[in-house]
């Protein structure tokens, strides 16, 4: 009995001395950091991260983005808080539909990925005004982004409010939620010295407010050199590996919170690529800089619905992002990515805890590895700098050949599973398919009333600013004057006509004389500011000028952004018998929008409040059409080609889809955006309502709906490519083969596709790239048939690249030229 007395009570001593020692113990936060990497439960982390913005698609697409970026070897997503639509009207909060942000966090923690919160509430994003919402900018004495006290009032007011939000959802790491960064700011170094005194101030202020308001997870500031010590700074650009001089302080780590995956483009623009072997260098350069995450911007990059984009950005927004506007896989650089996040998690222990040693060969060869002393944890990058040239590598007595701007990854220092130049993945192309079952027929139209003086209730001496009159409620706003003309002040001769001239601070300007429209100018994203000059018809008595004056989005980017202007400035009219006319102070009358827009023509309800009359097929100039179609075929992406019209804005079952602008070509004589993405959640089975504005004259009747898939699917596999990243694992500190290292080309298809042709095979030096193959001077007819037998009608197929499997004995063409394999197939759902 007296041995169990003891025994009780040395478990009871042990209990409160283990008890005591917790309670002096400090409690390790959630997620932490050290100079090596961010730590989540006591785990160090790689983190592969994605940027995709909850407004720039839908809720019925979230949970699939969230899915794809997770097979494509994510575990972090990244988004903005877009002020503007959270706070449209100050005081009143829209979390609803496409703005449901908990919503969307949510559904990201659901498949078991993290988040960073770019609160912001500065964002640029190509977004209109980077974020703010209007009503800021009439703040009295307000100056956005500096040690102003109204606009710290604000954003402070702002801040706090989306953080208690998160808070009282619990979705802070710290609570058992998701979030496990947030930044405050955004770029803040690039007009930082427009503010002097007041722009150092205001950094210090806002990184001590955000930490003030939530301590709980780490804070970053992008691209901010001098960014105090509660936060830490981040790198944006295409090249981290080589351009960030590191984070604000010896004990944190290096993180890369931009890595733009191709750019944004604005109309007028050519395209924009970044091509996968580029992006995935400069991911492995960082992660060889002791980098330990890369934040894709943007890894889908979604649509601009409505009028949300900032100046002259077209609707589609980032498509080359390894998820394209669709959200279809953008092959290769989905796959070629998700490739190499895979090789760095085979080199995970090494990269987290290892010794980094570099030693330079020459000039553009150099090998990095991470190496724990005493144990087999090894890992090393061994890099190609030379942008032309190939090289070769010796390292620990075996010869690596090394393509030109490339870094092959060892993950045990001996084998490369994977090179940045040498694409296994699958490649695709995208098809724009016209529906058969989507055919728009007997388009109607609506042609707007060109007001004159007395129709416009906003009187002024001279014509208002454009932003401060339309107060981003409306793309459009008129302008009209009156002005009498005696005959003697015309020219005599009918051969010569008055000029209107018109200096606009933009975007875009059509004018009217007395009814007739004379014309359309339009300014540029470098230089918004226009000048519209046209001959004109007067006539003796009174004349009627009106101007239908045009944003392309508010501004998002650069100093002062509060005092940005836009609109008419100065009018004349040239080439009168009496000289020139400065008809600027002639008195003018304003009113924002178009009356279809009040009237809400493009619903179902406002449509029945005007006559239509059937589209008589020539273009017309601020003309609203209509039209209904049923829902397409199948379950794929659906967009509508707009290539027949000009500029304006598309709507459909009242859902504002966005800005078209297929007027105004890139340099390489073709619009930047042909066809523009409706999402399914937005249709009906039948009777789906169609309404275009159309401001300058355009065809309606050659408007299309079209299908979009990427069931062009291909593989280009050389004599240099390493065997896929799947063949290998790490399992209990051991690296191995799961499977017999085979090189070969692998073909799947997606949503239950199989592959119903083969379209292209060539086994030799083939030239082109996917969707636009040819052969080149060698082949084999028998790698044609290899592929038929082995792929026709499966989902997925494999085809060893063998010599002697792809060509017939004694019958090589060309035996001594390095071989391709390149394969196009179509994939099909099966009959």
């Known amino acids: 009995m007296a041995s169990k007395r003891n025994i009780l009570l040395f478990a ?98 659901e498949q078991g990925l993290w988040v960073t919160l770019r609160v912001g509430p500065y964002i640029e994003a190509e977004w209109n005004m980077g974020g703010f919402p209007y009503w800021l900018r009439e703040v009295h004495n307000i100056t956005f982004r500096s040690h102003n006290e109204p606009f710290m009032f604000h954003m402070k007011k702002y801040t706090e409010m989306v953080i208690n939000l998160m808070k009282k959802e619990k979705l802070f790491a710290d609570q058992g939620g998701p979030i496990i960064m947030a930044q405050i700011e955004n770029e803040y170094n690039n007009v930082q010295a427009a503010y002097r005194e007041a722009g150092k101030h205001y950094v210090k202020w806002a990184a001590d407010m955000a930490v003030g308001l939530y301590s709980g997870i780490p804070w970053v500031m992008c691209k901010q050199k001098d960014a105090p010590q509660t936060v830490i700074s981040t790198c944006n650009g295409r090249q981290c590996g080589d351009t960030f001089p590191g984070p604000n302080g010896p004990n944190k780590p290096s993180l890369w ?38 934040n894709y911007y943007m890894y889908h990059g979604g649509t601009n619905f409505g009028r949300t984009s900032s100046s002259f950005v077209t609707t589609r927004y980032y498509d080359e992002a390894p998820l394209d506007e669709f959200g279809l896989k953008r092959e290769p650089k989905f796959g070629h990515l998700r490739d190499l996040h895979r090789a760095l998690r085979l080199s995970k222990k090494p990269l987290l805890w290892g010794t980094q040693n570099v030693q330079k060969i020459s000039k553009d060869l150099e090998i990095t590895t991470y190496e724990k002393p005493g144990t087999k944890i090894c890992v090393a990058f061994l890099t190609n700098n030379n942008t032309k040239e190939p090289g070769t590598i010796q390292f620990r007595g075996v010869d690596y050949y090394m393509p030109p701007k490339s870094i092959s990854i060892l993950p045990d220092c001996k084998t490369v599973v994977y090179n940045t130049q040498r694409v296994v993945a699958q490649h695709s192309s995208r098809n724009f398919v016209a529906s058969k079952k989507a055919k728009i027929h007997k388009w109607e139209m609506y042609k707007e009333n060109i007001p004159t003086f007395n129709d416009l209730g906003v009187k002024s001496k001279s014509p208002k600013e454009l932003y401060r009159l339309t107060r981003d409620t409306s793309d459009y706003a008129w302008y009209s ?228 898939n990427r069931d062009t699917i291909c593989s280009v596999i050389s004599e240099f490519h390493p065997p896929h990243i799947k063949t290998w694992e790490r399992k209990d500190n051991v690296f191995r083969a799961i499977v017999d290292p085979v090189k070969s080309a692998q073909l799947s298809c997606s949503d239950n596709k199989v592959i119903a042709n083969v379209d292209f095979v060539s086994f030799g030096d083939v030239e082109g790239a996917c969707g636009a193959f040819s052969p080149g001077k060698c082949d084999s007819p028998k790698a044609r048939k290899l592929v038929e037998k082995m792929c026709m009608g499966k989902n997925t197929c494999t085809v060893p690249f063998e010599r002697e499997v792809l060509v017939d004995a004694g019958n090589d063409s060309c035996p001594d030229v390095a071989k391709t394999l390149a394969i196009q197939v179509a994939c099909a759902h099966p009959k």
């Not at 982390?45 to 899915?67: A, C």
């Not at 109309?267 to 991911?283: I, K, N, T």
């Open 257 to 294: 919170t931009e890595n733009w995956t191709a750019q944004y483009r604005v109309f007028g623009d050519s395209p924009s690529q970044r091509p996968a072997e580029d992006l995935a260098f400069s991911v492995a350069r960082f992660f060889t800089r002791n980098g330990t995450l890369n």
């Open 12 to 109: 009871v001593l042990a209990l409160l001395v283990a008890n005591a020692y917790g309670k002096g113990k400090k409690k390790q936060p959630v997620v932490a950091y050290d100079n090596r990497s961010i730590i989540i439960n006591g785990t160090r982390q790689l983190l592969f991260s994605g940027s995709i913005h909850y407004p720039r698609s839908t809720p019925e697409m979230w949970p699939e983005l969230i899915r794809k970026a997770k097979e494509g070897g994510l575990n972090l997503i990244q988004t903005y808080v877009f002020w503007n639509i959270h706070e449209p009207v100050q005081g009143q909060y829209n979390f609803e539909g496409n703005n449901d942000l908990v919503k969307f966090i949510k559904m990201i923690w």
């Open 481 to 708: 004057t009156r002005i009498n003309m005696e005959k003697q002040d015309l020219p005599m001769r009918a051969d010569i006509l008055p000029v209107l001239q018109i200096a606009s601070l933009g975007h875009g300007l059509m004018a009217f004389v007395n009814g007739e429209y004379i014309g359309f100018e339009h300014g540029s994203n470098i230089e918004k500011s226009l000048v519209f000059k046209k001959p004109v018809n007067l006539k003796p008595g009174v004349n009627d000028i009106s101007l239908l004056a045009m944003t392309v989005g508010f501004p998002n980017s650069g100093a002062y952004m509060e005092r940005r202007f836009a609109g008419p400035r100065a009018i004349s009219l040239e080439g009168l018998m009496s000289g020139n006319l400065d008809i600027t102070k002639n008195h003018w009358s304003q009113e924002v929008g178009v009356n279809g827009e009040k009237t809400e023509l493009y619903t179902e309800e406002g449509s029945k409040k005007v006559k239509w009359v059937p589209s008589n097929g020539k273009p017309s100039a601020v003309t609203w059409y209509k039209a209904y179609f049923n829902a397409p075929e199948g379950n794929d992406p659906v967009a509508i080609r707009m290539t027949s019209m000009a500029k304006g804005m598309i709507w459909i079952n009242g859902n504002n889809i966005g800005r078209y602008w297929v007027s105004y070509l890139s340099p390489l004589g073709k619009p930047t955006q042909e066809e523009y993405h409706i999402p399914r959640s937005f249709l009906k089975a039948k009777r789906n309502l169609v309404v275009v504005f159309e401001e300058t004259g355009g065809v309606p009747e050659k408007i299309e709906v079209v299908i979009v």
